[in-house]
Nanobody, 119 residues
Framework: QVQLVESGGGLVKPGGSLRLSCAASGFRFSTYSMSWIRQGPGKGLEWVSSINSVSSHTGYADSVKGRFTISRDNAKNTLYLQLNRLKPEDTAVYYC????????????RGQGTQVTVSS
């Protein structure tokens, strides 16, 4: 049974940073591409970033490119998202999913972690 448990969210001021983590279990994490998606207040699900199984390829939405960094530790079955230079429009619940970019927003997701950017 696939389990994805996100953590690391919180309240941060504009310009601040956070590091999100996603602990994965129930599948061979090291063989799957993974993604982060988010859902802002009153908005639909939005793809944020993806990484392939061996970390040789990453992709980012234009809205976060240059500010967010996705990474993974296959030995720890953990996916990360470093969020820098945060903006109020980054406020959302962030989810990790067992998927590459295609299909990310329709994949099963965990409970997510709330990121709120506000002064």
């Amino acid at each position: 049974q696939v389990q994805l448990v996100e953590s690391g969210g919180g309240l941060v001021k504009p310009g601040g940073s956070l590091r999100l983590s996603c602990a994965a279990s129930g599948f061979r994490f090291s063989t799957y591409s993974m993604s982060w998606i988010r859902q802002g207040p009153g908005k639909g699900l939005e793809w944020v970033s993806s990484i392939n199984s061996v970390s040789s390829h990453t992709g980012y939405a234009d809205s976060v490119k240059g500010r967010f960094t996705i990474s993974r530790d296959n030995a720890k079955n953990t996916l990360y998202l470093q969020l820098n230079r945060l903006k109020p429009e980054d406020t959302a619940v962030y989810y990790c999913v067992q998927s590459g970019r295609i299909g990310a927003t329709t994949s099963p997701r965990g409970q997510g972690t709330q990121v709120t950017v506000s002064s």
